[in-house]
């Protein structure tokens, strides 16, 4: 079931892989800004003052993970005894009631986003980046049909490449999160199921494991069950791993984007022209795909500021705020709404697009 287009998409995406929350474009990044205060390290030193085994919904938990996968009690509880909490990633995900005297939150904008995901350095990085792998690019690309650029703007957005994957202990992450969050809860408790069957397994070393404060892994920031679902072996070469292989990162970022339907040789977007009393809000998407023709939006006099798109190519418009409450426009095609399966956000994928034209462009 869907949700309302004001809860999925307004709010700014969430976690992009798997169906996801709502959120930040990268949280590896975002994992590294620490609130001023931890409104709840009390809340969880209180619930958890006779550890997490002494808990009646862990113990619960246990018994589940047990029957419904076959793994051992004694494994099991072996993964909670001298765990700790992480009330930090809590309250980034469930933030608090601004308490009186706190300054406003701030406007979102699509040009400070932009500032901050596809900037200068990342392009000059990712182009590196390329180059670096540029046969395991030209393999995947072959493979899944998706072009080179768009996989390394993926990784550049989410991690910059790898340099910065994320602090937050899994584990300890996703059980706080599970147990204990006000929102998502359901969500991050699967997560951490498919977490401890992925480490049983031996996907996921689980003491060392550490990622984002939404509990997302590696150089392309998969969930746990992104990657028990979608992460692939590089030539098939054994087991993927996504926290120490560049070339199993981008096999599996092309493969996610190949089974939410990449179409090869499509164009994604079209930055919009909108004429003097045009409504372009009756044709922004009200959902994660396009619903209207290029023809139609065309015909509105809303048109494309360079052809791109074909006119009888299914396509919506997507809205991009800035700061001042000014709004600009692009055209979106299917392609664009395979990346927001990622991270479902206009911004992120708008983000991602731009980065990838810039990684595209000669040197």
Do not use: C
Not at 76 to 95: K, T
Not at 111 to 136: I, M, N, P
């Amino acid at each position: 079931m869907r949700q309302s287009r004001r809860s999925l998409l307004r709010a700014g995406g969430f976690i992009g892989l798997a169906g996801l929350l709502p959120g930040r474009a990268a949280w590896a990044q975002q994992s590294a800004a620490k609130p001023a205060r931890e409104p709840y390290a009390e809340m969880l030193a209180d619930r958890l003052r006779f550890g997490w085994l002494g808990r009646s919904d862990v113990q619960e938990f246990i018994s589940m993970m047990s029957d419904r996968h076959g793994l051992p009690r004694p494994w099991l509880e072996s993964q909670f005894r001298n765990l700790g909490a992480q009330p930090r990633a809590l309250a980034l995900i469930a933030p608090p009631p601004p308490s009186p005297g706190d300054p406003p939150p701030r406007k979102r904008s699509w040009a400070r986003y932009l500032s901050q995901h596809a900037d200068a350095s990342r392009a000059k990085e990712g182009k590196e980046f390329l180059a670096r792998h540029r046969e395991v690019f030209q393999s995947v690309a072959n493979d899944s049909g998706v072009p080179a650029h768009i996989i390394a703007a993926i990784i550049g957005v989410e991690t910059k490449y790898g340099s910065f994957t994320g602090r937050f202990p899994a584990v300890e992450t996703l059980a706080t999160l599970g147990f204990d969050s006000p929102r998502r809860s359901e969500f991050f408790l699967r997560e951490l199921e498919t977490l401890l069957v992925l480490g049983r397994q031996g996907v996921v070393n689980l003491k060392e494991a550490r990622g984002s404060f939404a509990g997302a892994l590696g150089l392309p920031q998969f969930m746990p069950s992104s990657w028990q679902k979608f992460a692939v072996s590089y030539k098939n070469r054994g087991r993927a791993d996504l926290i120490n292989s560049p070339a199993d990162a981008i096999a599996s970022v092309g493969n996610f984007l190949k089974m939410h339907g990449w179409k090869s040789g499509e164009a994604s977007h079209s930055v919009a022209r909108v004429a003097e009393g045009a409504d372009a809000k009756r044709f922004v998407a009200p959902q994660l795909e396009p619903v209207h023709t290029v023809a139609e939006i065309e015909r509105a006099g809303i048109s494309q500021a360079s052809t791109r798109l074909s006119a009888e190519l299914k396509a919506s418009l997507i809205d991009l705020p800035e700061e001042d409450d000014s709004v600009g426009y692009w055209f979106a095609a299917h392609n664009f709404f395979v990346i927001t399966q990622y991270n479902r956000s206009f911004m992120y994928a708008a983000a991602v697009l731009t980065l990838s034209e810039s990684l595209a462009a000669p040197t």
